[in-house]
């Protein structure tokens, strides 16, 4: 694939901005760009199995891939105009899909494509954005707007639900639930280690005109099943907090227009990562679950640090 930046060892001064994140980057990791010829880049996923990373290059319609070995390849065509994606607890991948409007899964290499749920009520989704699965099964999305008012996103059109919302999925009884409409635009999610808490982010400044909110929500989760007590985790700027990942201790790993915010669990911004191009969303990969991979507009990054990602499913 070609691109305007080529692969390899990028500069990049990490800024420590509190002493509690100095250790995850003592060793002064490197940031590398992997691939790049993206148009925008969202949405990575760690693929254990072959030792990849697939991401979303929406505008494309397609889906990408890289392996050291193999370097970077289209792995899907005609995407659906896919977001975010997660694997899920029997090792298919499930899949954010702005232009279906809905949740699916293929299996690990593409094929065997079904739907999960497409609608709610009988209306259809908006455009599911990202996804995460609990430790019990449940299916956690975002249901935000962006495919039907982003032209290169989706195909257009109108909501049928009026609302954007956060949904549960219970694969074992069907059940589908609204968890909570308080973000204006939900977007990026992820719960805490011990699974306490989800974490939300609202991104409605990021269309013109659409709303001003670029924040992260924090929510208890009640019974394993609900959300209650939203309230503002953090401002994030410049930019949006797109999609984000947690670590073991518990910090957020975020998006955002400078690069990547590390974020503690009392909300204090304890470190940055800068990368040279606007980010859409982080996953954690490797062996070790330690080496962050950063979807970056047109490309795609990795940075080794001293934590490891949460590993679910």
């Known amino acids: 694939m070609s691109g305007a930046l080529p692969p390899g060892e990028v500069a990049c001064r990490i800024e420590v901005l509190d002493a509690r994140f100095a250790p995850v980057v003592a ?12 148009s925008w880049s969202e949405g990575p996923v760690w693929i254990a199995d072959d030792d990849s990373v697939l991401w979303s290059d929406i505008p494309n319609d397609r889906m990408l891939r890289w392996s050291a070995s193999d370097g970077t390849s289209v792995w899907r065509e005609r995407a659906g105009f896919t977001n975010g994606h997660t694997r899920d607890r029997d090792g298919s991948i499930l899949h954010c899909s702005h232009g279906l409007r809905a949740v699916f899964r293929t299996n690990v290499d593409g094929s065997g494509q079904r739907i999960v749920a497409d609608r709610w009520q009988g209306r259809r989704f908006n455009s599911p954005n990202d996804i995460v699965v609990k430790s019990d099964g449940t299916i956690w999305f975002t249901d935000p707007p962006y495919g039907l008012i982003i032209p290169e996103e989706g195909h257009g059109g109108e909501s049928e639900i009026g609302d954007c919302l956060v949904f549960r999925h219970d694969p074992r009884t069907g059940a589908l639930d609204p968890v909570t409409d308080v973000p204006e635009h939900p977007n990026g999610l992820a719960f805490s280690p011990d699974e306490a808490l989800l974490y939300v982010s609202d991104t409605s400044l990021a269309v013109p005109g659409h709303g001003s909110n670029h ?12 959300l209650a007590n939203g309230r503002v985790f953090a401002q994030v700027e410049p930019g949006v907090p797109d999609g984000f990942r947690v670590d073991a201790r518990g910090w957020i790993y975020t998006s955002a227009q400078d690069g990547v915010q590390v974020l503690h669990t009392d909300g204090t911004l304890i470190g940055r990562i800068p990368v040279p191009e606007k980010v859409g969303n982080v996953t954690f990969g490797g062996p ?5 991979h950063i979807a970056a ?10 934590t490891r990602g949460v590993q679910r499913p």
């Open 288 to 292: 070790d679950r330690d080496v962050l």
């Open 27 to 38: 060793h002064r990791p490197r940031l590398e760009r992997l691939a790049t010829g993206a």
């Open 297 to 306: 507009s047109t490309s795609l990054y990795r940075i080794r640090l001293a």
């Open 215 to 226: 924040c992260i929500w924090v929510f208890d989760v009640t019974e394993g099943r609900g």
